[in-house]
């Protein structure tokens, strides 16, 4: 079977624009630091290049910037479960020493082989890109990351996944397996609270008594989560990436414990707002 690269909407193109431009900020920012090691782990890496929807041309993807950042990092980590993907991946590679390529689930092997290496206190410092399409990672990762208490974080928040699969005006008619990613995602069954309220004065389309909440009120309850769960101590508002119609597609967020990073992502957003 011939491989064909993903095909990426201008909203992929602003998050790559963004993810390389926080990434040379980044490492500049540890010149002068010596004796830690930075790394660069991209947990749905994809092919390393996609086909822009906009140009009709290839463009570059998010391993493909991060190799190319400079100040360089010390180390990439690239995990994508498609082995055609990897495999094209390991191509782009082939001059770099430092590169590891993994195919298979980013949660399990963010959760049992790398996060457990990447702490404070070990020297190590992460820039993660947690990019999955929809609801395929695992709140684990998110919160380890957190309490390694040496990542900043990049994370697509899928909240059209959300809408489409999980998150329903009727929530007795969403069937078990969105709800079961839903969980897997948010780590357990609390986005409820912030998805649903009860209706007070009574509602003619949905569940009886039931009200889903906006997109804003969920991204809040993620954003404290965030914070308060995962030990993030700087979590600001996320970038909406919408499609050509203006519809959002996911919310880009950004988790870190540095109120450095927080200036320099909230200069960068703000230009994307
Ligand atoms: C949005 S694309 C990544 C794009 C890439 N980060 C970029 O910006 O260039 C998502 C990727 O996740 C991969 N994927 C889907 N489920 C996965 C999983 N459970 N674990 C690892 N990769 C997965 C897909 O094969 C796809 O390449």
Same mark, same amino acid.
């Given at each position: #079977?011939?491989?064909?690269?993903?095909?990426?909407?201008?909203?992929?193109? %602003?998050? &790559?624009?963004?993810?390389?431009?926080?990434?040379?900020?980044?490492?500049?920012?540890?010149?002068?630091?010596?004796?830690?090691?930075?790394?660069?782990?991209?947990?749905?890496?994809?092919?390393?290049?996609?086909?822009?929807?906009?140009?009709?041309?290839?463009?570059?993807?998010?391993?493909?910037?991060?190799?190319?950042?400079?100040?360089?990092?010390?180390?990439?980590?690239?995990?994508?479960?498609?082995?055609?993907?990897?495999?094209?991946?390991?191509?782009?590679?082939?001059?770099?020493?430092?590169?590891? =390529?993994?195919?298979?689930?980013?949660?399990?092997?963010?959760?049992?082989? %790398?996060?457990?290496?990447?702490?404070?206190?070990?020297?190590?410092?992460?820039?993660? &890109?947690?990019?999955?399409?929809?609801?395929? %990672?695992?709140?684990?990762?998110?919160?380890?990351?957190?309490?390694?208490?040496?990542?900043?974080?990049?994370?697509?928040?899928?909240? #059209?996944? #959300?809408?489409?699969?999980?998150?329903?005006?009727?929530?007795?008619?969403?069937?078990?397996?969105?709800?079961?990613? #839903?969980?897997?995602?948010?780590?357990?069954?609390?986005?409820?609270?912030?998805?649903?309220?009860?209706?007070?004065?009574?509602?003619?389309?949905?569940?009886?008594?039931?009200?889903?909440?906006?997109?804003?009120?969920?991204? $809040?309850?993620?954003?404290?989560?965030?914070?308060?769960?995962?030990?993030? $101590?700087?979590?600001?508002?996320?970038?909406?990436?919408?499609?050509?119609?203006?519809? =959002?597609?996911?919310?880009?967020?950004?988790?870190? $414990?540095?109120?450095?990073?927080?200036? =320099?992502?909230?200069?960068?957003?703000?230009?994307?707002?």
């Amino acid at each position: #079977m011939s491989f064909k690269f993903d095909e990426v909407g201008i909203w992929s193109e %602003l998050k &790559l624009e963004i993810v390389e431009k926080y990434g040379s900020a980044y490492t500049s920012a540890f010149a002068k630091q010596k004796g830690l090691t930075k790394l660069y782990v991209d947990a749905f890496s994809g092919a390393g290049v996609h086909v822009s929807k906009r140009s009709g041309g290839p463009i570059d993807g998010s391993p493909a910037r991060a190799l190319r950042t400079r100040p360089p990092f010390d180390g990439f980590f690239f995990i994508d479960m498609d082995e055609q993907k990897t495999a094209h991946l390991r191509k782009l590679c082939a001059n770099h020493n430092n590169v590891h =390529i993994e195919t298979g689930d980013a949660s399990k092997y963010l959760t049992q082989t %790398l996060l457990p290496t990447i702490k404070y206190e070990y020297f190590k410092r992460a820039l993660c &890109l947690f990019d999955p399409y929809g609801l395929h %990672l695992e709140w684990k990762a998110m919160e380890m990351a957190g309490q390694s208490r040496a990542i900043d974080m990049f994370l697509n928040f899928p909240v #059209m996944d #959300m809408n489409r699969n999980a998150i329903w005006r009727n929530p007795t008619a969403v069937p078990k397996d969105g709800i079961d990613r #839903m969980n897997r995602f948010w780590g357990d069954e609390s986005w409820r609270e912030a998805a649903y309220a009860e209706d007070l004065q009574g509602n003619l389309f949905g569940s009886p008594g039931i009200i889903k909440q906006s997109n804003d009120a969920i991204v $809040q309850a993620f954003r404290e989560r965030l914070r308060k769960v995962a030990g993030f $101590q700087f979590v600001p508002e996320p970038l909406p990436m919408k499609n050509k119609t203006n519809a =959002i597609v996911y919310y880009l967020f950004f988790a870190s $414990q540095k109120p450095v990073a927080q200036k =320099i992502i909230d200069a960068i957003f703000k230009k994307y707002r």
